[in-house]
């Protein structure tokens, strides 16, 4: 890249950034909206917890769908789509009277939210980087923990000073449109995007002069050939990639569902507390995601998923054996920068070991996979606690899971380059 670029380059990961916090954030509306709406409207705690099932289910479903979308127009069409959408479904959720359109109108939200998020900001910062990968993806991730800091007790304390749920979803329709507009105006979804018309020598190589340059720092494989999806996943390295980032997907839904009733009802802890504790966890990810990402462009992103999958089960051992505060928060911090580095790392061993061109798609697959595992978390964690009477048997098998987890992405060397993998 030139100095051009390279300056270019920072303005693209501030406003991928920005773009990912404030989606992140308006999404993290509606579980503080949709109770307040249910209370209004007279639905059932089953009636709108519907929605999130749907949610759950639509952003495994279509991530192979978004990702297709993102390698076909690029991530900046897949931004502005998507942050159109949001922008569009929040605003009709102020007019909504029937549970029936909640559920339609969270589909809108879901479908946008996957378009503008996680597979759109990997290909770009893919298409950007390479000896800084990891670490610029790790910051344009933590947007989303920001954002559900920030934008959650906002959306929260409009509610309470309107009076009324009903503008707050126009504030976050508002709020929605700035990803949309800086993806017409600022980002670009390539450093030959910002060349001058007529510099035909230079298209194309921007990237792979950065790569000859550090590709090779701190031993870090990264691929030189651009797989396609189909012979990606055929490789042992994606499934078990996949199985172990299903793995963490699965332990923090158990944890997400069941840790308050779990610190309340067997360790006797006050309500308030265990709710502030399930909040910090998601604090303490961004953590997680800054470090990863910087760990993961000087150690093999394998190596550092492993340990954190094992940090998780750590926290979880620290969980049914500790009974103090103490043990309490150190369970929050590790558990949430373990899940909030995969988070991060995943998508980057997806970049490193089958390129850019693709890695959206690939990834979407892989996705698949995760969301799938994950949604078992909170039903088999509950089952064992509905036939035991207790919830330890269910966390001593999650505290065994991050084991396999951690040994299956250990094992998940890189996968041989085929000539039918290039373009």
């Known amino acids: 890249m030139d100095k051009h670029e390279k300056k270019y380059g920072y303005i693209i990961v501030g406003s991928a950034f920005v773009a990912y916090l404030v989606v992140a954030g308006t999404y993290y509306g509606l579980p503080v909206l949709v109770p307040v709406m249910a209370a209004d409207l007279g639905w059932s705690a089953t009636a709108f917890g519907g929605a999130f099932t749907i949610l759950g289910l639509l952003l495994g479903a279509s991530a192979p769908l978004v990702g297709k979308v993102v390698v076909r127009f690029g991530p900046r069409a897949a931004i502005l789509m998507g942050s159109l959408l949001m922008t569009a479904a929040l605003s009709l959720l102020s007019r909504t009277r029937a549970i029936w359109e909640l559920y ?22 893919g298409n950007w980087f390479v000896a800084r990968r990891s670490t610029f993806l ?14 959650a007790p906002l959306t929260s304390s409009l509610e309470g000073a309107l009076a009324s749920w009903r503008p707050v979803w126009l504030v976050l329709a508002g709020l929605a449109v700035l990803p949309a507009l800086l993806a017409l105006f600022v980002i670009k979804n390539r450093p030959e995007d910002v060349r001058p018309r007529g510099n035909a020598a230079a298209q194309g190589h921007g990237q792979e002069a950065d790569r000859s340059a550090s590709g090779g720092r701190g031993g870090v494989y990264r691929s030189e050939h651009a797989w396609e999806m189909k012979m990606a996943i055929r490789t042992r390295a994606f499934w078990l990639l996949a ?12 944890v997400m569902a069941h840790q308050v009733a779990y610190l309340v009802e067997e360790i006797g802890i006050e309500l308030t507390v265990a709710a502030s504790a399930l909040g910090l966890i998601a604090g303490s990810s961004v953590l997680g995601r800054l470090g990863s990402g910087w760990l993961g462009d000087r150690i093999e992103p394998r190596l550092v998923i492993a340990g954190l999958l094992l940090l998780m089960s750590s926290s979880l051992v620290l969980l049914l054996t500790g009974g103090s505060l103490v043990t ?8 949430g920068i373990g899940y ?13 070991y089958y390129g850019p061109a693709h890695s959206a798609a690939i990834m979407g697959v892989a996705m698949l996979t995760m969301m799938f595992l994950g949604a078992l978390g909170g039903v088999v964690v509950g ?39 290039t373009q």
């Not at 199985?243 to 699965?250: C, L, P, T």
């Open 104 to 125: 339609l109108l969270v589909i809108g939200v879901g479908l946008g939210f996957g378009l503008a998020t996680m597979l759109p900001m990997q290909q770009l910062i």
């Open 138 to 151: 790790g910051v344009v991730l933590s947007g989303a923990g920001l954002g559900g800091m920030v934008i």
């Open 243 to 254: 199985s172990a980032g299903g793995i963490m997907f699965f332990l923090l839904q158990g």
């Open 328 to 335: 309490l928060y150190l369970y929050v911090a590790f558990f």
């Open 340 to 352: 909030g580095g995969i988070l991060v790392l995943a998508p980057g061993m997806v970049l490193n």
């Open 383 to 421: 089952g064992i606690r509905d036939t035991l009477g207790t919830y330890v048997p269910a966390f001593v098998l999650m505290v065994g899971l991050g084991v396999v987890g951690a040994l299956a992405v250990f094992l998940a060397r890189p996968p041989a380059p085929r000539v039918d993998a």
